[in-house]
Every structure is written in C-alpha cells, then in structure tokens.
C-alpha cells in the first residue's frame, strides 16, 4: 500500500522559508526502472487543489506552476522515498494545506494534466502553511 506523509509546514512572515517533506512508502509503479510522477499541491480555504510543483521520480524533470517559478524548488532526496518543496520569499497568497500526490504514470508531469489532481490516487495528509504579512 502506498502511503505519504508530509511534515514542515508552520507560519512564518511574508518573506520567509520554509521546507516541506513528503516521505513515500513506496513507489506506484513498484519498479527501480520506472519513474512516477510526483506533485506538490495546494489548497486554500474553499477552493480546490491546485498544482505547485511536479517532478518525475527518478529523472529530475521539473515543472512549476507560474505562482511557484523561482521561489519554490522541488527535489527528491538522492534515489529515495523522501520528496522536498522548498520554497522561499513566501507571500500571503501561498497560504494553505499542502499536499504531496503520486502516481506511477510519469506521463502527467511531462503534460498538464498534474496541475488539478483530478488524476492522483495516492495523497498525504497535508501540512499547513500560514504567511503572515
């Protein structure tokens, strides 16, 4: 069984950091050779999950959402289960639960389609994040 866990998450002040962790217990794809796509989402009081940051397990491919595009980098701990978002000059509006997803078809992070979570079976708990201003 796939499970996530994230941790890191706590307030900090506009133009603070922070680093989020997301440990995986195992991969979907359950092969060394195959690569899983792994995204960071967000969710803000009353709204639905939006895509931060996706990368493909075991590759490196990277892609952000524009909010995300040179504050926050996403990273997996050298060939382990253990994910990072890290994310710096924080404002306000990136507020919310974050929520580390994973899924064995690497084909959603090389496309669009990681950006709603509408295709994701496996997700964490989440961790909040409070930017105070």
């Known amino acids: 069984q796939v499970h996530l866990v994230e941790s890191g998450g706590g307030s900090v002040q506009t133009g603070g950091s922070l680093r989020l962790s997301c440990v995986v217990s195992?991969?979907?794809?359950?092969?060394?050779?195959?690569?899983?796509?792994m995204v960071w989402f967000r969710q803000a009081p009353g709204k639905g999950h939006e895509g931060v940051a996706a990368l493909v397990t075991g590759v490196g491919y990277t892609q952000y959402n524009d909010g995300a595009k040179g504050r926050f980098t996403i990273s997996q701990e050298n060939g382990k289960n253990t994910f990072y978002l890290q994310m710096n000059s924080l404002k306000p509006e990136d507020s919310g639960m974050y929520y580390c997803a994973i899924d064995a078809r690497a084909s959603l992070c090389y496309s669009d389609s990681w950006r709603t979570g509408r295709e994701f079976t496996y997700w964490g708990q989440g961790t909040q994040v409070t930017v105070s201003s």
């Open positions: 195992q991969f979907p794809s359950q092969s060394p050779t195959n690569a899983d796509c």
